[in-house]
Structure formats: C-alpha cells, structure tokens
T-cell receptor, first 114, second 109 residues
C-alpha cells in the first residue's frame, strides 16, 4: 500500500549493531503495528500502538523497542541485533476494527543480520 | 487464543485452472482479510470480508461467519497468481490480526 512507507527496504548489518526501521503513513489512521515474518511462516506481531501515548507489546517483543513519534510515524528498533532477528518486517495501519477498517501494510523491510 | 487454519498448504496448478482456498477459524471475529504475498514479499490486500461475498475480477471470496470459515476462489489462473495467500482474522475482543500459515500457490505455464 503506497500510503504506508517503510524505510529502508533492505538492510544488511552485523551482530551487535543498533538498527532502526521506520514507518510513516498518510492514511490518517490512529493504529499502527509492527510484524515480523520468518521464511515459510505467517506474520507475528511485535508491537502495536493505538495512539501516540498508547504502545503495547505483541507476542514477540523481546529484543525490540518502538517509538511513536507522531500519529503518522512508528519506528522499530533492534538495540543489539542478533542473527535470529533476520526476517522480513512489516508495518501496518488501521482504523478501529468496529469501524470496518482493514489493516494496510507497507512493502516490508528485508533485514539480514550477519 | 484463536486458531486460524488454511488449506491446502500447497497447491500446484496449470494456467487456466480454477482453485479454492479455505480458511477456518476457531472463534468469532470482527474482521477477516485475504492477502496475496508476491515473490517480492509484498503483501497485497485482496479482500476485507468479515461476512458475505465479494468479487474482484477473477477473484472472489465468501465468509460464513456463523460457521467460522472463509473461501477464496481464483478462476482462470495466471502465472502471476503464484505466491502465498494468507487469511488473517481480528478476533472479537482482541487487539490484533492473527494470521494463518498461508497457502502456497504455484501456477505453471
């Protein structure tokens, strides 16, 4: 979805480095999410945020942190990257589910940690 | 938590064939979405379909919420339909989408 932009699209880095993945959206949604996808598997939720002051852990938050700098921006950080964090990372946005709003995904960031 | 099961896990067809992909879920949901993940990894929204039937060109989807399943139909398959198809549900009272494991579709010329 072109309204959800992830940067960078690809990143190769070394074990122990700090990495930040950024996500911005122009859809005006309050809710933003970070997911991780490992090869051959579905997506798993890392963190989610319902507004600037509301940030929640997902099912696999260990080793990650997030920052919601504004309604439109939600960044994911790996404080000290390790090889098993090599994965495809997706950012998503949505309105509230009861309003009938689907989730919209960015194009993903392919992260490789050597 | 809710279980989301997709079948079949893999499907190989010739160009021009029709296919049906199934998604079963174990609890009530507010939302259901179908996605196509292309070979470049992009997730393409196909349908937002918590109930009822929708059609978009060669693709259509039906969700029977009371029986907790959804079907994705692909007619006259093309090689560009290849990829992984994911079903994702938003359980009632939950705060996140839950994804199935996907169906890998391969369309041979």
């Amino acid at each position: 979805d072109a309204d959800v932009t992830q940067t960078p699209r690809n990143r190769i880095t070394k074990t122990g480095k700090r990495i930040m993945l950024e996500c911005s959206q122009t859809k005006g949604h309050d809710r933003m999410y970070w997911y991780r996808q490992d090869p051959g598997l579905g997506l798993r939720l890392i963190y989610y945020s319902f507004d600037v002051k509301d940030i929640n852990k997902g099912e696999i938050s260990d080793g990650y942190s997030v920052s919601r700098q504004a309604q439109a921006k939600f960044s994911l950080s790996l404080e000290s990257a390790i090889p098993n964090q090599t994965a495809l990372y997706f950012c998503a946005t949505s309105g509230a589910p009861r309003e009938g709003q689907p989730q919209h995904f960015g194009d993903g960031t392919r992260l490789s940690i050597l | 938590g809710i279980q989301v099961e997709q079948s079949p896990p893999d499907l190989i067809l010739q160009e021009g064939a029709n296919s049906t992909l199934r998604c079963n879920f174990s609890d009530s949901v507010n939302n259901l979405q179908w996605f196509h993940q292309n070979p470049w990894g992009q997730l393409i929204n196909l349908f937002y379909i918590p109930s009822g039937t929708k059609q978009n060109g060669r693709l259509s989807a039906t969700t029977v919420a009371t029986e907790r399943y959804s079907l994705l139909y692909i007619s006259s398959s093309q090689t560009t339909d290849s990829g992984v198809y994911f079903c994702a549900v938003f359980p009632v009272g939950a705060q996140k989408l839950v994804f199935g494991q996907g169906t890998r579709l391969t369309i041979n010329p």
